[in-house]
């Protein structure tokens, strides 16, 4: 398990991106103010690859990254922890989740939630979207067993209730931006903690790194700011130290619509293929998050 780090006045911050497609210019404005903070205080900057999904993460992607970053005029430590190298780590984390009694087996399907929300219209809606009904919470332990031994395809979710059960309700986190934010982690309820095809989850995975690379700044985009509601609640129950966080406005084109990776004309390989200087990106950039 990561141990909390003796305190200390060290800022670690880190970019960790998934390689699923090229990077864009909000990553571009992330990255910059998670290392700009770190030379400013002189700290130290990390880069992490979130290559758990892999369906969707490419090779050509990780090295575009690489790139990207390095054309941006960014340095970092070696080496680059990678996740999908460290599934075992992420497992021990979840059975000690599930040791605690504080994660169940679901065997719902995609269409099995859609069809228990749809009964039930005044089911709850959280930060992304309804909330997952509980249909499996309440399976008997001993069928549920059986049903896994049988192969049947399932998750792993947080049963909420028990975890707050175990942590008590009064959590919160210090944001650079907002001050102090009281968690309400029912905004997300019984998230998923790994899935059959991917043995791990977002949440599960990022405070387990944070932790095991001692970082105590966390600089994101304001749309991760709802999954903080859930990670320190399982930073609570893992023992784990729960980190500064600095939860920054999304940069949006001229037309309003935030930067995504399938806008090919504002990746970073197309600026920088296309001739465009560094420097004068990171200007614009800057100039963008004043306005």
Known sequence: MPTKPTPSDEFITRFAPSPTGLLHMGH??????????????????????????????????????????????????????????????????????????????????????????????????GAEGPIYPGTCRTIDRTDAVARIAAGQPHAWRLNLGAALSITGANLSWQDQIRGTIVAAPELLGDVVLARKDTPTSYHLSVVWDDALQGVTHIIRGEDLFDATHIHVVLQKLLDLPTPQYCHHKLLAGSDGKRFAKRDKALTLAWLRESGTVAETLIASLQEQTRR
């Open 28 to 125: 571009a404005y992330s990255a910059l103010a998670a290392f700009n903070q770190a030379k400013a205080r002189g700290g130290r900057f990390l880069l992490r690859i979130e290559d758990i999904d892999q369906g969707r993460c490419r090779p050509e992607f990780v090295e575009a990254i690489f790139e990207d970053l390095a054309w941006l005029g960014l340095t970092w430590e070696e080496p680059v922890r990678r996740q999908s190298e460290h599934f075992e780590d992420y497992a021990a984390a979840l059975q000690a989740l599930k040791d605690m009694g504080v994660a169940y087996p679901c065997f719902c399907t995609r269409k099995d939630i859609q069809k228990e929300i749809q009964r039930a219209p005044s089911a709850p809606h």
